[in-house]
């Protein structure tokens, strides 16, 4: 994006604090999908373990739990980091499409 006339720093500062806040209120949504949703039975599976070494059973299945749904993406770009990243790029693409459609409007307004 850029701006279509030069606006001043606090306005700009406003504006990226509002498409910040945009993000950000969508990130839920792709948290409970990802960490509870998608990976119910996961769930379920890591707490059955019982008796002696069982918490480090549980441990190293949620941790398997977490790699899977909310991977650190690196070099590799394997199924799950690119599914992650696609799914992140939906949240902000549409944050910025909805701040596209609020300054088109204002900018209407103000002319």
Known sequence: MRWSIEPDADYKREAI???KMAVTSR???VVRR???EQPQQAWQ???LPRGAGSTVTRRIRIDGIYQQQVPIPDARGDQSVLQFMEDIEQVVQRALD???E???THTSEIT
């Open 98 to 100: 909805q701040f596209k």
């Open 34 to 36: 990802r960490i509870r």
């Open 17 to 19: 604090e509002h498409l």
């Open 102 to 104: 609020q300054a088109e």
């Open 27 to 29: 990130l839920p949504e």
């Open 45 to 47: 599976e890591a707490w």
